[in-house]
């Protein structure tokens, strides 16, 4: 496989990680930060929720029409935080159980939806397409004002930005959605053992790596734009749980 292209795969898979991360860490911060100021987690869990509002809409949306897509019958639609002993449910959607397959695909769903429309949004509005592109030329300081450039060259960007926060931030799978996973990735796992025995010379994964190579990179320029802002809001909300620590130790 060319290095380019592998390059372009390593790095969608770290900085999808790094979102991983960045959301659960804001999430922390802010649910800290309410508490500190209001002594109430169920305010705490309400102001995470409306940050995240049109980011769970979707995530739980996509749920809901990937299961109604794979035939399987879907029941009760709650958006409204609610804990769940130690961790705190956005929403909910009843589905019927379809087998390993169906059952992982509706729990990736809100991923591959949320993935899609944050590369839409950021490629369209911001033209975060071209950031993988300057990010390769290995100077990070470029990627940053390039972001912050196009936030400043669009009149609504602070709105797009939320947009693309809220629904980044809120369409990882939860810990149910990828409890079918471990299975699918066995499966997997075998189909990948099969297809190395068939296929020694490796032109049919080296084809499909080349298919999915400028795709792929869409969604490492719109990841790149995601997480700038989600290093922005991680340096405020860091600064400002700091600030109210000391005033109230005082």
């Not at 130690?86 to 992982?104: L, P």
């Not at 409890?179 to 190395?196: D, E, F, R, S």
Request: glycine letters at 10%; hydrophobic letters at 60%; aromatic letters at 8%.
């Amino acid at each position: 496989m060319p290095t380019a292209t592998l390059a372009v795969f390593i790095a969608f898979a770290l900085l999808l990680l790094a979102l991983a991360w960045a959301s659960r860490t804001i999430g922390l911060l802010i649910q800290g930060i309410v508490y500190r100021l209001t002594g109430s987690g169920d305010m705490a869990m309400v102001i995470l929720f409306l940050v995240y509002l049109p980011g769970i809409f979707l995530h739980e949306g996509s749920h809901w029409l990937m299961a109604k897509l794979l035939g399987l019958t879907t029941g009760k639609f709650r958006v409204w935080p609610q804990k769940k002993g130690k961790f705190i449910g956005m929403g909910s959607v009843t589905v019927a159980r379809g087998g390993t397959v169906r059952d992982s695909l509706v729990g990736m769903a809100p991923l591959l939806a949320g993935t899609a429309l944050v590369a839409l949004i950021a490629g369209q509005v911001f033209g975060a397409d071209r950031l993988a592109g300057v990010w390769a030329q290995g100077n990070a300081l470029d990627v940053v004002a390039s972001i912050f450039a196009a936030l400043a060259g669009q009149q609504d960007g602070l709105l797009w930005a939320w947009a693309i926060f809220a629904i980044a931030n809120a369409m990882m799978p939860s810990a149910s959605d990828r409890q079918p996973l471990k299975m699918l990735l066995l499966y997997l796992l075998l189909v990948g053992i099969v297809y190395v025995l068939l296929d020694n010379s490796g032109q049919l994964f080296l084809q499909a790596a080349l298919w999915l190579t400028d795709p792929t990179r869409l969604l490492v320029g719109a990841l790149l734009f995601t997480l700038v802002i989600d290093g922005v809001i991680l340096a405020i909300l860091t600064i400002l749980q700091a600030i109210i620590a000391t005033l109230q130790r005082r």
